[in-house]
């Protein structure tokens, strides 16, 4: 099963719209976020991989083509004609990973990226779609199967996220009677890890932004179910996320690392 990673976006919250590399390349220890995220997904036996690029897009191709541990891969470039974006295809490494590098726009939603990847998975059934900023100690296996079973469009995984500031329960007097530094959020955010059948280019729209688009309309029609995670999730989204999860690394203590 192939698995499409969105690392198109500028990630503007992370360090600003000057930033040089994409967001997907900024490290955890001394490896990018991608790498990580890719691992991820090879311990848990899916080694297929599309990258949907677009801002600097080319630095993440540069990476994957000439950085370890990639170097060795056998390279095959093609250039299509008649606008299609160009693929980039490393066939293979020594732990038999595919990468398939789309070009998908600067520009575009990420509904738009998967439309335009159309061509490398509508022979397959299902797929897997990722953000390029999280990760996980999910069993994304358990997912897939979890998504056969129910034979729905699509398949997110929900998460309970916890809040980034101290809450407190006041009384009527406004005298503070509990405080709670970070609580778990009571409602479910989506985690990132998603299964789609298919079936999901009935309901892409062009230039659709997946989450407020075609999932949505997915949810109103009863074909979208969730995946509960109540594991280890984070998320790159700001500088603080990123010192956490480089000392979760250095300190040997990184949940989503089971290899």
Same mark, same amino acid.
């Given at each position: 099963?192939?698995?499409?990673?969105?690392? %198109?976006?500028?990630?503007?919250?992370?360090?600003?719209? $000057?930033?040089?590399?994409?967001?997907?390349?900024?490290?955890?220890?001394?490896?990018?976020?991608?790498?990580?995220?890719?691992?991820? =997904?090879?311990?848990?036996?899916?080694?297929?991989?599309?990258?949907?690029?677009?801002?600097?897009?080319?630095?993440?191709?540069?990476?994957?083509?000439?950085?370890?541990?990639?170097?060795?891969?056998?390279?095959?470039?093609?250039?299509?004609?008649?606008? $299609?974006? $160009?693929?980039?295809?490393?066939?293979?490494?020594?732990?038999?990973?595919?990468?398939?590098?789309?070009?998908?726009?600067? /520009?575009?939603?990420? %509904?738009?990226?998967?439309?335009?990847?159309? *061509?490398?998975?509508?022979?397959?059934?299902?797929?897997?779609?990722?953000?390029?900023?999280?990760?996980?100690?999910?069993?994304? $296996?358990?997912?897939?199967?979890?998504?056969?079973?129910?034979?729905?469009?699509?398949?997110?995984?929900?998460?309970?996220?916890?809040?980034?500031?101290?809450?407190?329960?006041?009384?009527?007097? %406004?005298?503070?009677?509990?405080?709670?530094?970070?609580?778990?959020?009571?409602?479910?955010?989506?985690?990132?890890?998603?299964?789609?059948?298919?079936?999901? =280019?009935?309901?892409?729209?062009?230039?659709?932004?997946? /989450?407020? %688009?075609?999932?949505?309309?997915?949810?109103?029609?009863?074909?979208?179910?969730?995946?509960?995670?109540?594991?280890?999730?984070?998320?790159?989204?700001?500088?603080?996320?990123?010192?956490?999860?480089?000392?979760?690394?250095?300190?040997? *203590?990184?949940?989503?690392?089971?290899?």
């Amino acid at each position: 099963m192939k698995t499409a990673i969105l690392v %198109g976006g500028k990630g503007t919250r992370l360090f600003g719209d $000057q930033t040089a590399v994409p967001k997907a390349l900024y490290e955890i220890g001394d490896r990018p976020i991608l790498w990580h995220i890719m691992r991820m =997904y090879a311990q848990n036996g899916f080694r297929d991989f599309l990258l949907l690029l677009g801002y600097r897009g080319e630095k993440i191709a540069d990476y994957v083509l000439h950085t370890a541990p990639y170097e060795d891969l056998d390279v095959k470039v093609e250039i299509p004609s008649g606008g $299609q974006p $160009q693929i980039i295809q490393p066939v293979s490494d020594a732990r038999e990973w595919n990468v398939t590098l789309c070009h998908t726009g600067l /520009e575009s939603e990420k %509904g738009e990226r998967l439309r335009r990847i159309r *061509q490398h998975v509508e022979d397959d059934g299902d797929f897997m779609v990722t953000y390029g900023d999280g990760l996980a100690d999910i069993d994304l $296996q358990r997912l897939v199967a979890f998504h056969k079973e129910h034979g729905t469009v699509a398949t997110l995984t929900a998460i309970r996220a916890r809040s980034q500031f101290g809450h407190v329960t006041l009384n009527d007097d %406004g005298q503070v009677t509990t405080m709670v530094e970070n609580p778990l959020l009571p409602e479910f955010i989506n985690g990132g890890f998603m299964v789609f059948s298919t079936r999901i =280019y009935e309901w892409l729209e062009p230039d659709d932004p997946l /989450e407020a %688009g075609a999932l949505r309309r997915l949810a109103e029609a009863g074909e979208l179910m969730a995946y509960v995670h109540d594991g280890f999730w984070a998320c790159m989204d700001t500088y603080k996320d990123t010192l956490r999860l480089n000392e979760l690394w250095s300190s040997g *203590q990184a949940p989503w690392k089971k290899w």
